[in-house]
């Protein structure tokens, strides 16, 4: 199973403090140097969501890491004509759609891709023939997986946010909707990711689900960073992930 690592909230840091002087010397944390002592430790691949309020990551970090990263940039992104032709001139390895609400702390939920299919489409079709490879976030409900199947992605992402949330009486029901939505996806001859909420206690059981091929993680590792340097993070969640 492959790691991704989120680095988003590496730049909510940094904008807590210096958000209107990026390019000052004193700007830190760097993203670049973030995301290179990522891959340092094993990770195999940076991720980042260029949010249309640019609340963390803002256009130059996506540039910088475009030039810098050696493993792969995934692009999170929601779906609007801005952040599309951003994509499409940035040109990242993989991009994935999200749904995105200004007023969310994280992005919550799934993208309804039955709902939205039709603006999807288009915009999928644009990327693919720019060469990036789309991943649909969605939620591990078998409607959802079915859709995005049928718009011609490579991948989804299942969305761990439920089963991360979840009271420990609750744990097994949506462990069970993972297990037979990430099933269903290898059917559909899609790759199956996954993310969100994950952390160095639930892997053990996320790690369990069949078919996983790589999981996007960010707000355990950047903040187990603050305890023992991010490459040491990153060893952490790697270990963890493959017993
Ligand atoms: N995958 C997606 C699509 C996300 O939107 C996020 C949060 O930005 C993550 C993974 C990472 O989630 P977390 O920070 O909870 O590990």
Redesign the pocket.
Same mark, same amino acid.
Not at 165 to 190: D, I, M, P
């Given at each position: 199973m492959k790691l991704g690592v +989120?680095i988003?909230h590496v730049a909510t840091l940094r904008q807590a403090r210096y958000a209107s002087m990026l390019d000052h010397p004193n700007a830190e944390p760097g993203i670049v140097e973030a995301a290179s002592a990522c891959e340092r430790a094993g990770a195999h691949g940076i991720?980042v #969501?260029l949010r249309a309020d640019r609340r963390h990551i803002q256009d130059q970090d996506v540039r910088r890491l475009r030039d810098s990263i050696v493993t792969k940039l995934n692009f @999170?992104m929601g779906n609007t004509k801005e952040i599309l032709a951003i994509a499409l001139r940035l040109l990242p390895d993989d991009v994935?759609m999200?749904p995105e609400h200004r007023q969310e702390i994280?992005?919550e939920g799934g993208l309804d891709v039955v709902k939205h299919r039709k603006e999807l489409k288009p915009s999928i079709q644009r990327l693919q023939s720019a060469g990036i490879r789309v991943s649909l976030?969605i939620d591990p409900d078998p409607d959802q997986v079915e859709a995005a199947a049928e718009l011609g992605v490579e991948a989804v @992402?299942l969305h761990t946010g439920a089963f991360a949330n979840a009271l420990k009486h609750l744990q097994t029901f949506e462990y069970e909707r993972l297990v037979e939505a990430s099933q269903l996806g290898v059917r559909s001859r899609l790759q199956v990711n996954a $993310?969100? $909420? =994950?952390n160095y206690v639930n892997i053990a059981i996320i790690r369990q689900v069949p078919g996983l091929r790589e999981l +996007? =993680? $960010? #707000?355990?590792i950047v903040s187990r960073a603050i305890f023992v340097g991010l490459g040491h993070a990153v060893r952490d969640m790697l270990d963890a992930m493959n017993g």
């Amino acid at each position: 199973m492959k790691l991704g690592v +989120n680095i988003d909230h590496v730049a909510t840091l940094r904008q807590a403090r210096y958000a209107s002087m990026l390019d000052h010397p004193n700007a830190e944390p760097g993203i670049v140097e973030a995301a290179s002592a990522c891959e340092r430790a094993g990770a195999h691949g940076i991720t980042v #969501h260029l949010r249309a309020d640019r609340r963390h990551i803002q256009d130059q970090d996506v540039r910088r890491l475009r030039d810098s990263i050696v493993t792969k940039l995934n692009f @999170e992104m929601g779906n609007t004509k801005e952040i599309l032709a951003i994509a499409l001139r940035l040109l990242p390895d993989d991009v994935c759609m999200v749904p995105e609400h200004r007023q969310e702390i994280t992005t919550e939920g799934g993208l309804d891709v039955v709902k939205h299919r039709k603006e999807l489409k288009p915009s999928i079709q644009r990327l693919q023939s720019a060469g990036i490879r789309v991943s649909l976030f969605i939620d591990p409900d078998p409607d959802q997986v079915e859709a995005a199947a049928e718009l011609g992605v490579e991948a989804v @992402e299942l969305h761990t946010g439920a089963f991360a949330n979840a009271l420990k009486h609750l744990q097994t029901f949506e462990y069970e909707r993972l297990v037979e939505a990430s099933q269903l996806g290898v059917r559909s001859r899609l790759q199956v990711n996954a $993310g969100h $909420g =994950i952390n160095y206690v639930n892997i053990a059981i996320i790690r369990q689900v069949p078919g996983l091929r790589e999981l +996007n =993680i $960010g #707000h355990a590792i950047v903040s187990r960073a603050i305890f023992v340097g991010l490459g040491h993070a990153v060893r952490d969640m790697l270990d963890a992930m493959n017993g």
